[in-house]
T-cell receptor
Framework: NAGVTQTPKFQVLKTGQSMTLQCAQD?????MYWYRQDPGMGLRLIYY???????DKGEVPNGYNVSRLNKREFSLRLESAAPSQTSVYFC????????????FGPGTRLTVL | AQKITQTQPGMFVQEKEAVTLDCTYD???????LFWYKQPSSGEMIFLIY??????QNATEGRYSLNFQKARKSANLVISASQLGDSAMYFC???????????????FGKGTHLIIQP
């Protein structure tokens, strides 16, 4: 079992460029999440998907879009990258329900110049 | 108002000592879960321990235990017999059943940077 995988691991973009961060899980989880982590901060929720076919905004959704392609995959798209989006991005998955831990991917370190 | 507060930005502890990392939370939900994650310098998020709001016993996982005081809304992590490999960032997080009408996901504190000294 690979758990939660993310690609790429590192990326450098110029302001205004677009890119998609990919995430996949092989644990048959219903729920998937995208978080960002900035220096000195905990993780903040960008978007989540409670089940295949649904997506909802989190705490910091501006500048991002998401797609829940199927039960396994949940992608995060930056349409026009800005320096404020320089961050480490984590994807996570969990079974449904508030009692369950979330399993995290290794993260993508994104720099926007 | 912050939902999760970790008041210790950094801590230095001698190896083999016990350490307590503080976490207080704020919610109006009756049903919620509290989680602790470890983030070593390599960057991955490692789940340590979980406490449910209805659990009467404090959670324990090996050297980790959670000192849950519901009336005080505190969920402190206790690491017994600390080791050099415990040096890392530690995050307290909460997930509410009803999320106060907001987003469903973990709400994290800002973390505590724990350094274990030999």
């Amino acid at each position: 079992n690979a758990g939660v995988t993310q690609t790429p691991k590192f990326q450098v973009l110029k302001t205004g460029q677009s890119m998609t961060l990919q995430c996949a899980q092989d644990m048959n989880h219903n729920s998937m999440y995208w978080y960002r982590q900035d220096p000195g901060m905990g993780l903040r929720l960008i978007y989540y998907s409670a089940s295949e076919g649904t997506t909802d905004k989190g705490e910091v959704p501006n500048g991002y879009n998401v797609s829940r392609l199927n039960k396994r995959e949940f992608s995060l798209r930056l349409e026009s990258a800005a320096p404020s989006q320089t961050s480490v991005y984590f994807c996570a998955s969990s079974p449904s329900g508030y009692v369950n831990e979330q399993f995290f991917g290794p993260g993508t370190r994104l720099t926007v110049l | 108002a912050q939902k999760i507060t970790q008041t210790q930005p950094g801590m230095f502890v001698q190896e083999k000592e016990a350490v307590t990392l503080d976490c207080t939370y704020d919610t109006s939900d009756q049903s919620y879960g509290l989680f602790w994650y470890k983030q070593p310098s390599s960057g991955e998020m490692i789940f340590l321990i979980y406490q449910g709001s209805y659990d009467e016993q404090n959670a324990t996982e090996g050297r980790y235990s959670l000192n849950f005081q519901k009336a005080r809304k505190s969920a402190n992590l206790v690491i017994s017999a600390s080791q050099l490999g415990d040096s890392a960032m530690y995050f307290c997080a909460m997930r509410e059943k009803y999320s106060g009408g907001g987003a469903d996901g973990l709400t994290f504190g800002k973390g505590t940077h724990l350094i274990i000294q030999p």
